[in-house]
């Protein structure tokens, strides 16, 4: 089973429309972090924002927050009054455990914003 | 604050030569990882260090790769020998203890 399912290839969004970009993730363990990373067209990846598995509030970095549903296992990003520079590919990622650095990332999702 | 640094940022070399990647991490962090990027496989992790010690190689496709990180602040890729399959984009990350990972530019790699 894939860890991390990002089920959207490709999203389109008018110029300051939020977004939701969804990610859902598969672990039995009980600690682990969700990560969001953005890969524009020059292609550097950059780090969104991150949620922890006990984290009581939804994660939030400016216009990006995360909308974590844990018995559903799902972290999708929204993104709120898009910009035509948020026109990228965005990652999900997940750290699965206490013990490891490892990240499992999805197959990612590519968003064009319009004017 | 200078960030992860890969060089080269572009590569083109002949089936069977030596390729050689190289990262500078983030000072002060003490995890470093190397990913590879490609359209059917998506980004993988191939293997991270912690504190210079290897410490999950199982992503290093085969014996023709190999990675060191001989200090805190440089590592290397090793491709040899290599083959058209191994073309990529080859990125660098570095993290502190479980903070998120930053990673570099890429390296994007082309094996005629």
């Known amino acids: 089973a894939q860890k991390i399912t990002q089920t959207q290839p490709g999203m389109f969004v008018q110029e300051k429309e939020a977004v939701t970009l969804d990610c859902t993730y598969d672990?039995?363990?009980?600690?682990?972090?969700l990560f969001w990373y953005k890969q524009p067209s020059s292609g550097e990846m950059i780090f969104l924002i991150y949620q922890g598995s006990y984290d009581q509030q939804n994660a939030t970095e400016g216009r990006y927050s995360l909308n974590f549903q844990k018995a559903r296992k799902s972290a999708n990003l929204v993104i709120s009054a898009s910009q035509l520079g948020d026109s990228a590919m965005y990652f999900c990622a997940m750290r699965e455990g206490r013990n490891t650095d490892k990240l499992i990332f999805g197959t990612g999702t590519r968003l064009q914003v319009f004017p | 604050d200078a960030g992860v640094i890969q060089s080269p940022r572009h590569e083109v070399t002949e089936m069977g030569q030596e390729v050689t990647l190289r990262c500078k991490p983030i000072s002060g962090h003490d995890y470093l990882f190397w990913y590879r990027q490609t359209m059917m496989r998506g980004l993988e992790l191939l293997i991270y260090?912690?504190?210079?010690?290897?410490?999950?190689d199982s992503g290093m496709p085969e014996d023709r790769f190999s990675a060191k990180m001989p200090n805190a602040s440089f590592s290397t890729l090793k491709i040899q020998p290599s083959e058209p399959r191994d073309s990529a984009v080859y990125f660098c990350?570095?993290?502190?203890?479980?903070?998120?990972?930053?990673f570099g530019d890429g390296t994007r790699l082309s094996i005629l």
């Open positions: 672990t039995s363990d009980p600690s682990y972090g």
């Open positions: 990350a570095s993290s502190f203890g479980y903070q998120p990972q930053h």
């Open positions: 260090f912690n504190n210079n010690v290897p410490i999950d």
